[in-house]
């Protein structure tokens, strides 16, 4: 993951600059969205706060699941991921709009 060490000579010091690709990788979420559910996170309810744990914990999940953590209604469910997905928070991974096994991930980009 790591790409090669980068070293440059400058007034008789050597520098050794090494970096990560860690924004590339999968499971890496944008600072952009971490930083909209900061800003964001005094206003949700436990619901909605325990659909962001349940997704930074396991990066993707269909509704029924989160339904079954949350012990709350499938439709309550579909409600604040709907409103996640409005914020620019999370990601619905089908084309369909109703496709139930439909997978919900935080937003990567």
């Known amino acids: 993951m ?14 050794l600059s090494l970096r990560n690709k860690i924004s ?3 499971k890496t979420i944008h600072d952009k969205v971490v930083l ?9 309810n436990q619901t909605q706060r325990k659909i962001l744990g349940y997704l930074f ?6 509704k029924e ?3 079954n ?10 409600h604040h991921l709907n409103y996640f997905i409005e914020e620019g928070i999370i990601t619905r991974l089908s084309e369909k709009q109703r496709a139930p096994n439909a997978l919900f ?3 990567k980009h």
């Open 2 to 15: 790591l790409p090669l060490p980068e070293y440059k000579e400058e007034n008789g010091n050597v520098y």
């Open 24 to 26: 590339e990788h999968s």
């Open 36 to 44: 909209k559910i900061q800003n964001k996170s005094s206003s949700f």
């Open 57 to 62: 914990r396991n990066q993707k999940s269909i």
């Open 65 to 67: 699941d989160l339904a």
């Open 69 to 78: 953590f949350c012990n709350t209604h499938i439709n309550t469910i579909s």
């Open 105 to 107: 991930t935080l937003k």
